[in-house]
Each structure stands twice: as structure tokens, then as C-alpha cells.
């Protein structure tokens, strides 16, 4: 049974992977129309081919464009303008990680993962404000990380990264609340996702260490994006998926930050 009384569109960025893929066919699925917006033109074809399967005269809309990129803005607007829509919410979905010394990372990847994970959500979300404002009325969903809840030594760049997502995106809320447009924050963990990979951590047998660790934890995309739904239906200010990834969230209001950060550097150390 589709939802009743819905936002009519809804803009995921990176939403042809992982939990964005997941996230955007789920809305899909409730009958939302469905813009896509993604660096993986391929990824793409299986996103369509999904959704098609569930219902053929549903709307999904994909846009390849690389966020890191100042120009990609202006072409996204574009593209909703052509297709004659409104965006009801923004999902801020796109980024990545990097693990490993802080000094030892490409200076390039750290630059392009600081333009994605902070940039392009500023820009965003300061983009499709304007907007709502206008209407009086839409939501906008940030995606942080449980990472952001503590300094993280070896993912240093990326915490502080998603830190600044939470601290944005909690100022701007405040901001947007006299304009009747809301703002919540989604704090995942880690993910059964090329995040990992991507970020440097492998899967390995070794007991004890982060691969074996980060895998065995990781919760499904599709819990994960069960969450970020409802985060949009109930305009959610803070939602935190998995029993796990509470238990640190609540840790760190509870505990000492030196002890938290104590205990992430142990488990995120590079050997």
C-alpha cells in the first residue's frame, strides 16, 4: 500500500549505491518521484532495471554529475528546472572515507572527500533552502556518520568531515524553523558497502583486527535506509540505525570523550 500525503519529490544524492541505491528504491517503492544524482553512469542501468521490476510507470530520474565538481551544481538545478519539478526533500547522501595516517593520504583524495563530504552539502543544502523557504515547507535529510561523534584518529580528515555535517546541518535547522522547512540528521555506521573498500579497510580473518571487525558488524543497507525512510516520513531531527550504532551515540553523552576517543583509536589503529 503507497504512502498517502507524501512530499511528491525527492532528490537522493549519491542513490545508486549502497544505502542512497537502497534508500531511493525503497521511495520508489512508496511512490515518491525519485531523482538520482551519481557519479556511476552503469550503476544506474540496475537502479532503473529495479525499479521498473516494481512498478513500470513509476518516476525515477538519474543524473550522472560528480559533486566535487562547482559546476554540478548549477547542472543539477538545470535538470530539475527541464523536468519541471520541486524538490519536497533533499537527501544528502553522497561521500566517502579514507583510513589510514593522516599524512600518508593522497592529498588529492583528501581534497575530492572534503569537497563531497562538506562542500557539495553545503551548497546543497543551502541551494535547495532557498527554495523551500519560497514554498514554505520541505525537508532535508544530511547524512553524518557515527563517526562524527567523537575525533578519530586514522579516519581523521573524514570525522572531522561528518562532525561538520552535524554542526552545519544543527545550526541550519534553527535557521530554516521560522520558514516552516525542517532539517534532520542520519547517523549510520558502519555498512555492508563498498564504503569499506573504498575507505582502505579489506576483509581479513586476522582476529582482532578492523577488517574483521568492521565486517562482522556492519549492518544492511536496507535497515539502514528503512530508517533514513522513516527519518523523511516523521521529519526526524536525529535518527541513529542499529542497536550498535545507539550504544555509541548514547556513549558519548554519557562517557568522557577522551574515553570514547580512547576507544575508537584502538579499534581504528593502523597497524
Known amino acids: 500500500m503507497k504512502t498517502k500525503n507524501i512530499p511528491k519529490t525527492v532528490l537522493v544524492t549519491g542513490g545508486s549505491s549502497g544505502i542512497g541505491k537502497e534508500l531511493s528504491i525503497l521511495l520508489y517503492k512508496q511512490g515518491y518521484n525519485v531523482l538520482v544524482v551519481s557519479v556511476s553512469k552503469e550503476e544506474f542501468k540496475l537502479l532503473h532495471k529495479e525499479c521498473k521490476e516494481i512498478d513500470p510507470f513509476g518516476k525515477l530520474e538519474t543524473l550522472e554529475a560528480d559533486l566535487t565538481q562547482k559546476e554540478s551544481i548549477p547542472k543539477i538545478l538545470k535538470w530539475i528546472s527541464k523536468l519541471n519539478l520541486e524538490v519536497d526533500v533533499l537527501v544528502n547522501n553522497a561521500g ?3 583510513w589510514g595516517r593522516s599524512w600518508e593520504l593522497s592529498p588529492e583524495k583528501v581534497d575530492s572527500m572534503l569537497l563531497l563530504n562538506i ?3 553545503t551548497r546543497l543544502s543551502n541551494e535547495f533552502s532557498k527554495r523551500m523557504i519560497e514554498r514554505k515547507k520541505g525537508f532535508i535529510l544530511n547524512v553524518a556518520s557515527t563517526a562524527s561523534l567523537q575525533p578519530l584518529s586514522y579516519m581523521a580528515a573524514y570525522a572531522a568531515s561528518k562532525a561538520y555535517v552535524v554542526n552545519f ?6 535557521e530554516l524553523a521560522p520558514y516552516g522547512v525542517k532539517l534532520g540528521i542520519l547517523y ?3 555498512t555492508k558497502t563498498n564504503f569499506l573498500s573504498v575507505a582502505g579497510i579489506h576483509k581479513e580473518n586476522k582476529k ?3 577488517g574483521n571487525l568492521a565486517y562482522s558488524i556492519a549492518m544492511d543497507p536496507k535497515d539502514v535506509a528503512k530508517v533514513a525512510f522513516n527519518a523523511i516520513q516523521n521529519k526526524t531531527k536525529r535518527s ?15 562517557f568522557p570523550s577522551w574515553i570514547v576517543k580512547r ?3 584502538r579499534i581504528f589503529k593502523k597497524e
Do not use: C, W
Not at 546541518?169 to 534553527?174: G, K, T, V
Not at 550498535?244 to 556513549?251: C, F, Q, R
Open 188 to 190: 549510520p555506521g558502519t
Open 169 to 174: 546541518s544543527e545550526a541550519l535547522a534553527a
Open 263 to 265: 576507544i575508537a583509536d
Open 208 to 210: 582482532g583486527s578492523l
Open 119 to 121: 562542500g557539495a552539502v
Open 240 to 254: 541513529v540505525p542499529g542497536f550498535m550504532n545507539k550504544a555509541h551515540y548514547y556513549s558519548t553523552k554519557i
Open 96 to 98: 566517502f572515507g579514507l
